[in-house]
């Protein structure tokens, strides 16, 4: 009896250590790619209402900055293209009193000439008409050179009117990805300026686990493979979820700290990524293990 006992016990043991002896192929930790969203323009943080943990959707707004600045520079601007555009009818109107001043001019010289014929007026009356006229013409080339600057001076104040815009819409927060709220950096009636880290955000839906392999495990592996990835659901038992391969590092390194031996850090090893659907309990920082054959 004790003999069959004793036989039993270490039936048990021998079986406990066999489980333990099981290695995964591969260990490493999960992460995910984090975005970190600055300010993109300088004033007071007017709305930002987000809370660390919250699940934010591509593209809502989630505050504004301060733009009263940029919309009374916009307004100026506004006020000093209407004034240049105001510039071509001015010209406008005096080349054509310049144009009816010679009109009445060559009339005058018309009659002035059938006049010497007559012997009724001097040579020196048709020489001064004349000099008016080329005076004229002058003023008239003149004043058309001034015009000729119109359009590229409206032009230069509608780009600059289209950076104010752009700067402006810049001012709106928006949140470019589908993801959650890692860490939350200011406050709303905060003054930030261009630049600043308002909030990091991380799309937690898709995990990568990252882990390291040797030289003569990299042969077993290829892009897009299944493997199985396990992390730790309790003391004793592990949760499965499919994994697959996205990304295997062309280029040796030296093992990570993270790994805890002294004799493991020393070798050479490849990063692998795998990506993981998480249901909600993979955690960035989490250590996990896959196996290359499910």
């Given at each position: 009896?004790?003999?069959?006992?004793?036989?039993?016990?270490?039936g048990v043991l021998l079986i406990s250590c066999s489980r333990k002896?099981?290695?995964?192929?591969?260990?490493?930790?999960?992460?995910?790619?984090?975005?970190?969203?600055?300010?993109?323009?300088?004033?007071?943080?007017?709305?930002?209402?987000?809370?660390?943990?919250?699940?934010?959707?591509?593209?809502?707004?989630?505050?504004?900055?301060?733009?009263?600045?940029?919309?009374?520079?916009?307004?100026?601007?506004?006020?000093?293209?209407?004034?240049?555009?105001?510039?071509?009818?001015?010209?406008?109107?005096?080349?054509?009193?310049?144009?009816?001043?010679?009109?009445?001019?060559?009339?005058?010289?018309?009659?002035?000439?059938?006049?010497?014929?007559?012997?009724?007026?001097?040579?020196?009356?048709?020489?001064?008409?004349?000099?008016?006229?080329?005076?004229?013409?002058?003023?008239?080339?003149?004043?058309?050179?001034?015009?000729?600057?119109?359009?590229?001076?409206?032009?230069?104040?509608?780009?600059?009117?289209?950076?104010?815009?752009?700067?402006?819409?810049?001012?709106?927060?928006?949140?470019?990805?589908?993801?959650?709220?890692?860490?939350?950096y200011a406050e709303a009636n905060e003054f930030v300026t261009l630049?600043?880290?308002?909030?990091?955000?991380?799309?937690?839906?898709?995990?990568?686990?990252?882990?390291?392999?040797?030289?003569?495990?990299?042969?077993?592996?290829?892009?897009?493979?299944?493997?199985?990835?396990?992390?730790?659901?309790?003391?004793?038992?592990?949760?499965?979820?499919?994994?697959?391969?996205?990304?295997?590092?062309?280029?040796?390194?030296?093992?990570?700290?993270?790994?805890?031996?002294?004799?493991?850090?020393?070798?050479?090893?490849?990063?692998?990524?795998?990506?993981?659907?998480?249901?909600?309990?993979?955690?960035?920082?989490?250590?996990?293990?896959?196996?290359?054959?499910?």
């Open positions: 009896m004790k003999n069959s006992l004793y036989l039993f016990i270490m002896a099981e290695k995964s192929d591969a260990y490493g930790n999960f992460e995910s790619t984090e975005i970190t969203i600055s300010a993109e323009g300088t004033g007071k943080l007017e709305a930002f209402g987000i809370t660390e943990g919250q699940v934010l959707k591509a593209d809502s707004v989630l505050g504004f900055i301060d733009t009263t600045d940029l919309y009374l520079k916009k307004l100026q601007l506004m006020a000093q293209r209407k004034s240049v555009s105001s510039r071509k009818n001015s010209i406008s109107t005096q080349i054509d009193v310049q144009n009816q001043q010679t009109a009445n001019l060559i009339v005058e010289k018309n009659r002035l000439e059938k006049l010497i014929k007559d012997g009724a007026a001097t040579s020196k009356q048709l020489d001064d008409l004349n000099a008016n006229l080329l005076l004229i013409n002058k003023q008239i080339s003149n004043i058309q050179s001034q015009g000729t600057s119109i359009p590229s001076d409206v032009e230069a104040l509608n780009k600059q009117i289209e950076q104010i815009n752009a700067s402006i819409k810049k001012c709106i927060i928006k949140n470019p990805i589908n993801g959650t709220v890692l860490n939350k630049g600043k880290s308002l909030y990091k955000v991380a799309n937690l839906e898709e995990m990568n686990l990252r882990v390291f392999v040797s030289g003569s495990q990299l042969p077993q592996l290829k892009l897009g493979q299944k493997v199985e990835v396990l992390i730790d659901s309790n003391e004793k038992e592990n949760k499965k979820y499919e994994g697959i391969i996205s990304w295997i590092s062309s280029s040796a390194e030296f093992t990570p700290k993270i790994i805890q031996t002294k004799e493991e850090r020393v070798n050479l090893v490849y990063a692998v990524k795998v990506k993981v659907k998480n249901d909600g309990f993979i955690k960035i920082g989490m250590p996990g293990e896959i196996n290359f054959k499910q």
